[in-house]
């Protein structure tokens, strides 16, 4: 702990005053000719931003992993034997992934995404590292020269695609946080490049700003996005953009906060290693929300769940069951979001997630509409369980007050798909002052399916009173 306190006391003041302000019109020649120079004229007049460190002093190196090789190659953009003798194969797909924000290439969720790549397909994976080569450089300074920094090695990776012996539209981009708009500067340096995805894009100094300064969805023919901490920026929460910022973006749980996080958003929060000090590390130790996408996305590649998103106004309409007719228009968060490229996004996607792996869940939506006779409600604590032809859910709480003559929606999630449903269980526990309840009908969908209606027209009254029931045509 002494070392970890010691290392953010040198990254906060390197922050405050290791950074040289140039007035506005300078510029920066970096040593690499094909990068070539780095004003601060706008859009990239940021207040406080510095000119970049040179790429000497950044120090981005690219390793190339791919499918039973046996450790790495190094690839360099100015060396072409590099690549010709490498194991690169211009025939298949290639990823490249980027870390953020006091980072490096071997952060542990970068390495297990790549694994999950490499076991899901044959594809050259290469891991970009621009953690620096020495302390207050590349990613591992202060947060306002690392921003500065993601000019210079978003141009590195361009020149590194455009030196690749492959279709730039088979090379696809994943970057976290402030990786996310190095993404974008890669994809204006190398057009054509087929995919973006951005893991929760950074919010200071980039939300919003210009086009050409952060991620959008001009920098590659496909861009999809993700966030998972888009609340309000407080050096301790809102890490992550609410720009929109794609062709689709998904906000899983609302976006702002992530289940399992808690109040403090404490990095020992299930599916966050504590080995990653230097991730979590940079707000004191809250940054939970913030990195709970990798582990989303790197999930999603290998899963047989579709982490479906569903097209709605805001997170409040997607809880109250407006948004789950998908209309054409739902979508996979993560991976297999490239199956989506084709279909025009004109809301943004909603879904909701567990707390730890596996995180994947499927959303039901549960509609229970409470009679209108004479002492219908009842304050017990209502459940449900759904029968399908795929699977069963789990014993769920029903949400709301059950009020005569009124309709409660609970949004119910499964770790299984339950395909074609076929029959419900339905109960209360007897608790409350009134517990007998007249049960008027029950409506379900998910997954974009069709509704399915349930109808009684009954009490339940004391326990065990679980009612079981077919769906209907009207009632």
Not at 406 to 426: C, F, K, P
Request: charged share 20%; net charge negative; proline share 4%.
């Amino acid at each position: 702990m002494a070392k970890a306190a010691i290392y953010l006391a040198i990254v906060a003041f390197a922050t405050v005053t290791a950074i040289k302000i140039e007035p506005r019109g300078s510029s920066v020649c970096d040593p690499d000719p094909k990068l070539g120079c780095y004003s601060n004229d706008p859009p990239f007049d940021r207040f406080l931003i510095p000119l970049p460190q040179s790429s000497t002093d950044i120090g981005t190196k690219f390793r190339l992993f791919v499918r039973g090789g046996v450790g790495y190659d190094y690839l360099d953009y100015n060396s072409p034997s590099s690549i010709s003798s490498s194991w690169f194969n211009g025939n298949k797909d290639t990823k490249i992934i980027c870390h953020g924000f006091l980072n490096d290439g071997d952060t542990k969720w970068m390495h297990n995404m790549k694994d999950a790549f490499l076991a899901n397909d044959d594809v050259n994976v290469i891991i970009v590292d621009w953690g620096g080569d020495e302390l207050l450089t590349g990613s591992q300074t202060g947060y306002l020269t690392a921003t500065a920094n993601t000019r210079v090695v978003g141009d590195q990776i361009g020149e590194l695609i455009k030196a690749l012996p492959t279709q730039r539209s088979r090379v696809h981009i994943v970057g976290h946080s402030l990786g996310a708009h190095i993404a974008g500067y890669a994809g204006v340096r190398a057009s054509g490049t087929g995919r973006i995805s951005g893991l929760d894009p950074a919010d200071p100094n980039f939300q919003g700003q210009a086009n050409a300064v952060k991620l959008d969805k001009s920098d590659a023919l496909f861009v999809d996005v993700i966030h998972t901490d888009a609340d309000t920026f407080t050096l301790a929460d809102g890490l992550g953009t609410s720009d929109r910022s794609g062709h689709i973006d998904f906000w899983p749980n609302g976006g702002k906060s992530q289940p399992g996080c808690g109040l403090l958003k404490h990095a020992t929060t299930k599916g966050i290693d504590l080995s990653e000090a230097k991730e979590i590390q940079p707000r004191g130790g809250i940054g939970c929300d913030h990195n709970r996408v990798p582990a989303l996305y790197t999930e999603s590649i290998t899963s047989t769940c579709d982490f479906l998103g569903y097209p709605c106004a805001n997170y409040d309409d997607f809880k109250n069951g407006k948004c789950m007719s998908c209309g054409g228009k739902c979508a996979s968060m993560g991976y297999k979001a490239g199956l989506y490229k084709n279909i025009n996004f004109a809301q943004q996607l909603y879904l909701n997630t567990n707390s730890g792996s596996k995180y994947c869940t499927n959303s039901y939506m549960v509609k229970v509409k409470t009679g209108d006779v004479s002492y219908a409600g009842t304050g017990a604590d209502v459940y449900i369980r759904i029968y399908g032809s795929a699977g069963i859910s789990h014993d769920t709480k029903l949400s709301g007050d059950f009020e005569r003559n009124d309709e409660d929606v609970t949004i119910i999630n499964s770790d299984t798909y339950l395909g074609n449903i076929y029959r419900i269980a339905i109960w209360h526990d007897d608790s409350g002052l009134l517990s007998g309840w007249y049960l008027q009908s029950v409506v379900v969908q998910g997954g974009g399916s069709s509704s399915y209606l349930f109808c009684y027209r009954g009490w339940l009254e004391d326990s065990p009173n679980t009612k079981y029931l077919t769906p209907v045509s009207s009632c």
